[in-house]
């Protein structure tokens, strides 16, 4: 069996950890078991005080029901500078085959205004006249672009 997690790199780890648990229905991952606070876990194994970073330490989300991936946010010095070569996309939509366009366009702009609210930004509105396709392209509060659909 493969085991993977996913790590994406970013200034405020809490804060995308945070985002991005809400986004995907995620939950931030507690500590190990003896410990308050990941900063205390990683302190007990010797980690220096200055790569620990800010806040609890709490940098890590996981799905609740056991079958994504983890979602490690790793925190790094340089700042997003081009288009992300890989992108997340949220699916809420529903399948073509099953759920009318106009059900899916509502539930996509219903998940979009959501996501807005907890700290994302509309990049476009991907539709076109006569194509059985609607999404919105979104960025993160970091600026990763993911799709909503």
Known sequence: MVSYQLVIDCAAPERMARFWADALRYTVEPPPGGFDTWRDYWRSLGVP????????????????EG???????????????????????VKVGGKREDVPLETRKARVDAEVERLIQAGASIVRVLSQPGVDHYAVAMVDPEGNEFDVV
Do not use: A, C, M, T
Request: aromatic share 10%; charged share 35%.
């Open 67 to 89: 079958y994504g991936p983890r979602i490690w946010f790793q925190q790094v010095p340089e700042g997003k500078v081009v288009k992300n070569r890989f992108h997340l996309d």
């Open 49 to 64: 005080e200055d790569e620990l970073g800010e806040g609890d330490g709490s940098d890590s989300i996981v799905d609740p």
